[in-house]
């Protein structure tokens, strides 16, 4: 495959990861109760738009899914852009993958929260949605060091383009706010501002990267 076809399937993959991911985001409901919410509200919560709770984390795993196809790609080419044995290319990629599938625990733990709701115990409900929260934001962490890991090759081969090396080290430092995410309650809590802060950071990141990739494909 050359390297222009795998700069297309990359950006693309790239792009409608983002798309499908912000979609879901928007569809799961707003303000889900933190740590410090009794079973009752992690109940009423879930009941009250368990629809939209089961088809905005379904768009999200299917964002994820291509996620894992344009992380790949990224490997591909930083790797080629490296040299062998590209070694920092696939400390990155490994990392992504471990910050994916964390991330995909933490959509099947929202999902099963949605199906015991129906008839489960309370305390059960409660329990996988706050293993979810924390689940997610740590994923943060090894997320941080993949992008640490493409941003340092990034920027030492200047492919695509060092500026987006430099991006990627300040999106890894948005991740560590999602990390330290573990308050009760307040912009530090697993549901709050800091966690989103490290959605947003990683998805700017991936968009620009993959329209960069989109539109200079004979690079």
Not at 151 to 177: C, E, K, N, S
Not at 196 to 207: H, Q
Request: hydrophobic fraction near 60%; aromatic fraction near 8%.
């Amino acid at each position: 495959m050359t390297g222009g076809r795998v700069r297309a399937i990359t950006g693309g993959a790239g792009l409608a990861a983002v798309i499908l991911m912000v979609i879901g985001w928007v569809l799961v409901p707003a303000d889900p109760p933190g740590p410090a919410a009794v079973a009752e509200q992690v109940v009423r919560w879930t009941l009250d738009d368990r629809r939209r709770l089961l088809a905005g984390t379904v768009t999200i795993a299917a964002g994820l899914s291509l996620a894992v196809v344009f992380f790949a790609g990224i490997r591909s080419l930083c790797a080629r852009a490296e040299g062998p044995p590209g070694i920092v290319s696939t400390i990155g990629w490994g990392s992504m993958l471990v910050a994916l599938a964390t991330a995909f625990v933490g959509i099947a733990m929202a999902q099963t929260q949605a199906f015991l709701v129906l008839d489960g115990d309370p305390a059960t409900v409660e329990a996988f949605h706050t293993a979810r929260l924390l689940l997610v934001n740590l994923a943060g962490m090894p997320a941080a060091v993949g992008l640490c890991a493409f941003g340092v090759t990034m920027y030492r081969t200047r492919f695509p383009a060092r500026w987006l090396g430099t991006f990627a080290l300040v999106a890894a430092v948005t991740q560590l706010f999602g990390v330290v995410a573990l308050s009760r309650a307040g912009f530090f809590a697993p549901s709050g501002g800091a966690s989103l802060l490290g959605a947003v950071g990683l998805a700017a990141w991936v968009a620009a990267l993959s329209m960069y990739l989109l539109a200079r494909p004979g690079d």
